[in-house]
């Protein structure tokens, strides 16, 4: 028996249900088990070393998962559902945070239930174990064949525009980054050349972000919306869970 076998597991639901994977992968069933936390887990959380680097989260999602996975595979959204239950496991429900009116800008302490955000609803005839995917394009009328992003996209992203900001006149290319690593082809073309020509200079504004609205509706994820109440000028809707350093590192 492995040393994270030892301590008492949960089996975790996946937002994706497993069917963007393989039929052999690990989480093909939708699931993954997953341990509590323990002190062992808070010693990764104040490691100077690994929060210097930005990785001590992916260290921390790493510990607490029992299922034998490549966490490189895993899309974004099931990602987003394993920190959560990672949350859950190590310091409760509770979550209180600082969240800001956005009718007045005040802010309020608000105390959520991170056990009440639901997955996404997804249409499961739409996704497919190769990660595979077509948008026609409203205005251009091309088409595009997509991916999700998974954790390892995630993170060349966010180097390469570290890498970009350091050199950049003050505009970093945020968004054609992150559509060089979703889209694979246009019109049945996949030479990456050709595809980052179109997204420089021929992607119009108007159907890109159609193309991210589609993207973000049919995207397998947790649903971090949540309804608030402004105590200052009574504004109610809904507000996105803030993630903050709280979230990991609890004052109480």
């Not at 496991?89 to 991170?114: H, I, M, R």
Request: aromatic share 10%; charged share 30%; with cysteine.
């Amino acid at each position: 028996m492995s040393e994270k076998q030892k301590f008492p597991t949960e089996v975790v639901d996946l937002p994706s249900k497993g069917l963007v994977y393989p039929k052999d992968h690990p989480l093909a069933d939708g699931t993954i088990e997953m341990k509590y936390m323990t002190a062992r887990e808070e010693d990764i959380l104040t490691s100077s070393n690994l929060i210097q680097k930005g990785i001590v989260i992916d260290e921390l999602l790493k510990s607490l998962i029992i299922t034998k996975v490549d966490f490189n595979d895993v899309i974004v959204g099931d990602k987003n559902a394993i920190m959560l239950a990672a949350r859950v496991l190590g310091y409760g429900k509770k979550y209180e945070v600082e969240v800001t009116c956005p009718s007045c800008n005040a802010k309020e302490e608000v105390d959520f239930d991170l056990t009440s955000f639901p997955h996404k609803k997804i249409d499961e005839d739409l996704i497919n174990s190769e990660n595979k995917y077509e948008f026609t394009l409203p205005n251009a009328d091309r088409k595009i064949e997509f991916r999700f992003l998974t954790h390892k996209d995630e993170n060349a992203i966010e180097s390469e525009l570290k890498r970009l900001r350091k050199v950049s006149n003050g505009i970093t290319p945020e968004i054609t980054t992150r559509l060089r690593y979703q889209i694979i082809s246009v019109d049945g073309n996949d030479d990456k050349e050709y595809v980052n020509k179109f997204i420089k200079n021929e992607f119009f504004a108007i159907d890109s972000k159609s193309f991210r609205d589609y993207y973000s509706k049919i995207v397998p994820d947790v649903n971090f919306d949540s309804g608030f109440l402004c105590a200052i000028c009574d504004w109610s809707g809904e507000v996105d869970l803030p993630i903050t350093t709280n979230f990991f590192w609890p004052s109480r």
